[in-house]
């Protein structure tokens, strides 16, 4: 079947289509389905990466997000049960070129699709991904409903309504749909090829190490898995934990995890608690949502993006504060909104740039020991050039 092209689109199902893709506007795009069956609605974004896929498929930002991956081979080394950046996944679904081959990978248990099936994830192929892509980056990030029924048969109005009826990212708090409910310590550390991710070295040495309270909005378990290597002990709290609670624990630093949907939505009960550690000075660090929550504490606003950043190659340039140095580092995205350079108050340094848009991709609160990135310094997937982030933090922090 020649690939759905989003332009010239037929209205009923060419033979062999399993899948479809129906956008809010009407457009239908014919595929071949894999992975778990049903319609899944959501906003349709593309993201970069060349590899990583299983990553970025259980990355808890992708709530309420379908993922048109640009990389036409995606599958090819299947699924293991340690890339997981969550144990289950957030994102509905994902649309790719080609269906997923045969893996060939020694850490392999299960074929791309088998583990999607397994997740819940609705797989579409034979898109033609860069003109789906080209589209998005011409209009913006479109809603649509992606679909997978086996025997061919799908109601196209009732998917049409479904997309239509579906309200954007915008105003929506979807952190709290994929926290975790209950507190509780984080032991492992980074992963090694041969021995897996570390765990008992770090618990040994955890209560020497400097105490951080880590606030899940949607975190990817390898920043957990960073802040341990980098020295740190740590303790996840759910998104809603109270200023109070989180005191009590007693940290030496807060982290404000990564997250979906809008930041607006969760600052209601975030950023609260947020301006009540910056009065008592407790040091923070910030990734992404976290980033964006740590900008509207500070005075600034965030805005939505028209076609957010998501890929493994994302230059980012360090311009002030601690990190006024003019270098380059190539980051890992994943994000639809920004906050606004133009509103950041006197006393909030922007510390990093995009060099692809000039977008805000860093921010340092003046006299505080308060910073965040838009990015994602600990990849999984991609580069690691930012790691220094997590020293930075935790070096920086006092023993409990
Ligand atoms: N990865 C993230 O934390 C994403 C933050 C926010 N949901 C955005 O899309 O911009």
Redesign the pocket.
Known sequence: MAPANPSAAPKTPPSGATGVLVLADGTVLWGIGYGASGAGVGEICFNTSMTGYQEILT?P?YAGQIITFTFPHIGNVGANPEDMEREKRAAIGCITRELPTLPSNFRSVQTLPEWMKAQGLIGLAGIDTRALTRRIRDGGAPTGVVAHSPDGKFDLDRLLLLAQGWPG?EGMD?AKTVTRERQGSWDAGVWHLGSGYEGSDHKRAGDAAPHVVAVD??A?DNIFRNLVKAGARVTVVPAKTSLDEIVALRPAGVFL???????AATGEYAVPVIKGLLERNVPIFG??????LLGIAAGAK?VK?HQ?HRGANHPVQRVGGDEGDGVVEITS??????VDAATLPKGVVETHKSLFDGSNCGIAITGKNAFSV?Y?PEASPGPQDSFYLFEKFVGGLGKD
Do not use: E, R, V, W
């Open positions: 990355d930002s990212l979807l909005y949607g990817k995890s990564n997250g979906p949907g809008d930041p990734i992404c949502l976290g980033h964006q965030t993006m957010g995205m994943n994000h639809g909104f920004a838009q994602h």
